[in-house]
């Protein structure tokens, strides 16, 4: 699995300066993304970075952190590192305040320029739909032939 990262940059006198970095496939940390991601708009114009990745990174990376020899402790800090990579990705409010809150840093207010400030995602209030599907696990109990 390579890295998986496209920069579109511009040179100028041994310098560049990056307006698009496209991430193919899902960082294994949000350090690691936060570093990546911190080489476009280093001249203080607007810079783009897009991320794309679908599940099979996610079972990729879970299978890779399981089966390299290290102990379960950096496992699990491993296995914790891509769930932090994970909710950000699937963030609903600010992902800049996310991103910030987790290298405890703060951002008192919304950027206003990340993809869920622009056009935050449909969300809904799941509380009556997890409030009618509690008894279903009450009646596969007690189907017949359960032992």
């Known amino acids: 699995m390579g890295s998986g ?4 940059k511009e040179c100028l006198f041994f310098n560049f300066i990056c307006f698009f970095i496209a991430h193919l496939c899902l960082p294994k940390t949000i350090e690691a993304y936060y570093q990546e991601t911190g080489h ?3 001249d203080g114009q607007p810079a783009n970075a897009w991320l794309a990745y679908g599940v099979q990174d996610v079972i990729s990376m879970r299978q890779m952190s399981q089966k390299i020899d290290a102990n379960e402790n950096h496992k699990l800090n491993l296995h914790q590192k891509l769930e932090s990579m994970l909710g950000l990705c699937e963030q609903v409010t600010c992902r800049r305040q996310t991103l910030l809150s987790y290298f405890d840093e703060t951002l008192d207010q919304p950027c206003g320029h990340c993809d869920t400030c622009i056009n935050p995602p449909p969300t809904f209030d799941a509380t009556e739909a997890t409030r009618m599907a509690q008894p279903v696990p009450s009646v596969v109990y007690l189907l017949p032939g359960r032992k």
Do not use: T
């Open 40 to 42: 476009a708009g280093r």
């Open 5 to 8: 990262i496209l920069l579109i």
